[in-house]
């Protein structure tokens, strides 16, 4: 089984970036992670590798949260990645699955409904974040990417997300690609593209015949057309810890810490993106009520 990845490259003599990845492994550990129902899975898998590839678009210790906030019952999803190939993610309802949609593929529209938005947040490691909002015009996904770059970013994109599951609930193949093209870009490379995208096979039939991201490039852009530059190794990568969650306990003031060492004698932390769960003894809660108290 070979590691995902993400690729990123240049086509038509740099007048088109390019970014393209596999993200089978790290979508399977977000479903054992977060025990998701297909439909569910391809929802969650969509983001996750959209967001994946738009870490690849930092520097850095540059990072980007992305959120999915849709009117269907799926509720909100969550990822984040950085620029080093490393994501999380979770949706509000792991268990949500329905029937096929008419083309026989899993119903992410459902899941994740027809209006709300998309909400970007990139730590560019200013003081200032750079947020961006898009409406969701589908709830597919893909479209909803390529909108949110048309119009949030200003940079004319295809989105192309993909998430096959096996019966068993297992990740069959997952991956996909971000195509933007370049300030300056010919009209007759820009035409050359949108018929390119408009006949290709969808992505999740590609990654599910073994293509690999570089592949999958070539497939779109044609032989000899595209210059790979460079290759990030993917993976689900949780941020979390022991002591980031005691950290954030403070935020609960001393009353609230109070009343866990008497009354339930400990804590228990859970992380929203990685299900790991913290302990935290009474003598632990006890120096964070110290430290607070010592501020007065």
């Known amino acids: 089984m070979t590691q995902d990845y993400i690729v990123k490259a240049l086509a038509f003599n740099g007048e ?67 620029a080093k190939g490393r994501v999380r993610g979770y949706v509000a309802q792991p268990q949500t699955h329905f029937p096929l949609n008419e083309a026989g593929k899993l119903d992410v529209r459902r899941a994740v409904g027809t209006s709300g938005a998309i909400n970007v947040v990139k730590d560019v490691g200013m003081r200032d974040y750079y947020t961006g909002s898009s409406p969701i015009v589908s709830g597919e996904l893909g479209d909803d990417f390529t909108y949110y770059f048309a119009n949030s970013e200003q940079t004319p994109s295809s989105v192309g997300v993909g998430v096959l599951v096996n019966p068993d609930n297992s990740i069959k193949a997952a991956g996909g690609f971000i195509i933007q093209v370049m300030p300056g870009a010919k009209e007759e490379t820009i035409d050359q593209l949108e018929a390119a995208i408009t006949t290709m096979t969808p992505v999740s039939k590609l990654i599910d015949e073994g293509l690999t991201p570089e592949e999958m ?15 990030i190794p993917a993976q689900f990568e949780c941020q979390c810890g022991h002591d980031k969650f005691l950290n954030a306990m403070r935020g609960l003031g001393e009353a609230e810490i109070e009343n866990m060492i008497k009354v339930d004698h400990g804590a228990e932390a859970e992380c929203h993106f990685c299900r790991s769960k913290y302990q935290y003894t009474e003598a632990e809660l006890q120096g964070v009520l110290n430290e607070l108290k010592q501020q007065h």
């Open 217 to 231: 490039l070539i497939h779109i852009f044609g032989e000899g057309n595209v210059e790979f530059l460079e290759t």
């Open 16 to 82: 088109i970036r390019a970014y393209s990845s596999k993200t089978t492994d790290t979508i399977q550990e977000a479903q054992t992670r977060h025990y998701t129902w297909p439909t569910a899975s391809a929802a969650l898998g969509r983001t996750m590798t959209a967001t994946l590839m738009m870490g690849a678009m930092l520097k850095g210790d540059q990072k980007l949260t992305v959120t999915v906030d849709g009117d269907g019952p799926i509720g909100k999803i969550i990822a984040d990645a950085d």
